[in-house]
């Protein structure tokens, strides 16, 4: 997908606003609080706004427009398009039980988690497993956490609560997994990255050094351990639940397919239901992978987007939005969690509507 790169004005957007927007990166970066960041916005498929700032590494290159950052749960909608792409193909069914396509996923109540429930977050799996350290420690593959995750006991029965779980998107992507008989990095990069021209994002390094992509963390001393965010195991792991590296403008690609219903990738259908809340008896608005701007957690997208505004965040400082009722799709793009930057920066990229 090809998006044209045009000025503010010629997408409907304001100069002043961005220019501004930008000016809060800057201002987070002269305090500290992040070392680099990317500022990307389009409206109506266009892209009218593309920068970066800061350095990649506290002692190397400028941040540009391309730059990669590891996008840590951005990775997690990414993911479950696989998953749809899969639904929308007659191979999986939303409301089948797990252990139709997992049958090693049993314990007390799993006989009664769905697929969509994985999605939505209510299938009362856990944020992480209880042995994450020590398998990060071991630097073991994601095949050890896909079992550990079958054996893990729920925290919940199915559908009687929300809580923000990495595993259910594991066990997603090894459902795609096993259906398709590839790995999943190449899935993605078959049926999502390639066709859709983002070229520069991969689930884990995609072949690239790490030096080639941002560091993550605000200085140089940030946390250098053998399986931690800047270790090449864990950059190159391939964890579908936060391991996608990317940039802003291959990821503005991916969320104007999404506005423009679907292109060639999607039916206007498989949107509608990705994009519509899953979970109203649980007053807890989530979609098949995406948040939305009244979500419990992880709801960065600012104060002025409209109520239909889907997206995600990162912990790693990143969050995309796209609001259907403007037609403006946003991602920003740093290398440390800082709420309030997040939430600043999409406000004024909110107000910039022309």
């Not at 809580?163 to 459902?175: F, N, V, W």
């Not at 219903?261 to 999607?266: A, E, I, M, P, Q």
């Not at 239901?273 to 008896?281: F, K, L, P």
């Amino acid at each position: 997908m090809t998006l044209p790169r045009v000025s503010p004005a010629e997408a409907g957007l304001n100069q002043d606003h961005l220019d501004r927007a930008g000016d809060l990166l800057k201002q987070a970066i002269d305090a500290g609080q992040i070392s680099a960041a990317s500022l990307t916005v389009s409206r109506h498929g266009s892209i009218g706004y593309a920068r970066g700032f800061g350095k990649e590494h506290p002692d190397r290159d400028a941040v540009h427009a391309d730059s990669i950052f590891l996008l840590a749960s951005i990775s997690k909608p990414i993911s479950v398009l696989a998953l749809v792409q899969l639904i929308e193909r007659g191979r999986v069914v939303l409301n089948d039980p797990v252990q139709t396509y997992l049958p090693g996923f049993v314990g007390e109540h799993k006989e009664r988690v769905l697929v969509r429930h994985l999605l939505s977050h209510t299938s009362g799996m856990p944020d992480m497993l209880p042995e994450n350290i020590e398998l990060r420690q071991r630097h073991t593959p994601m095949s050890g956490f896909v079992d550990a995750a079958l054996k893990t006991p729920l925290l919940f029965e199915p559908e009687t609560d929300f809580r923000y779980q990495s595993k259910g998107i594991l066990l997603a992507s090894e459902i795609v997994e096993r259906a398709v008989g590839k790995p999943f990095r190449n899935i993605l990069q078959e049926e999502l990255f390639g066709p859709l021209e983002m070229n520069r994002t991969a689930l884990g390094l995609g072949g690239r050094a790490i030096d080639e992509t941002v560091w993550c963390g605000a200085d140089a001393e940030a946390e250098q351990s053998d399986y931690g965010p800047n270790s090449p195991y864990w950059r190159d792991a391939g964890h579908p639940w936060g391991g996608v590296h990317s940039t802003g403008p291959d990821l503005i690609r991916l969320l104007e397919t999404m506005q423009q219903g679907g292109g060639r990738l999607f039916s206007a259908n498989a949107v509608r239901e990705m994009t519509r809340d899953q979970n109203g008896s649980l007053r807890a608005p989530w979609g098949l992978g995406w948040g939305f701007r009244d979500s419990r957690v992880w709801a960065y997208f600012g104060d002025l987007c409209s109520a239909r505004t889907f997206g995600h965040t990162g912990a790693t400082g990143t969050v995309a939005w796209a609001d259907p009722e403007t037609g403006v799709c946003c991602a920003v793009l740093t290398n440390e969690m800082v709420e309030e930057v997040l939430r600043r920066v999409s406000n004024v990229v909110a107000s910039a509507v022309s």
